[in-house]
């Protein structure tokens, strides 16, 4: 009968690892979404992203996310939508039309 083998469990902390001094914080600058996803060409430039690397998650967070920093009732108006659709085609579980979706695109 051959013997099993058995592996010796390593000894590794992470208290245990040098602790490192990190450069200034000069030059970073804090990342705000808020600030970025008003910007109606950075949301294009973004959405395009999205489509062209088959990212429909993130291209609906990504609407998501700017139409809760706008007016969602003027948007509503602009498109000729219901509140019902827009807030359907926005959930996370949503399957949205092409043509609801290109509505929503106008508003941008």
């Known amino acids: 009968m051959a013997k099993k083998k058995t592996s010796k469990k390593q000894k590794f902390l992470l208290k245990d ?16 979404a808020s600030k970025n996803l008003k910007n109606k060409n950075y ?12 990212d429909m998650e993130g291209f609906k967070e990504v ?19 219901s509140k019902t659709t827009f807030y359907r085609t926005l959930s996370k579980k949503s399957n949205p039309t092409l043509r609801n979706i290109s509505k929503l695109l106008k508003a941008i």
């Open 17 to 32: 690892m040098p602790k490192m001094n990190l450069k200034s914080k000069k030059g970073i600058k804090p990342f705000t």
């Open 43 to 54: 949301v294009k430039k973004v959405l395009f992203g999205c489509f062209v690397h088959n």
């Open 63 to 81: 609407l998501r996310t700017h139409f809760d920093l706008v007016n969602k009732d003027e948007v509503i108006k602009k498109v000729n939508i």
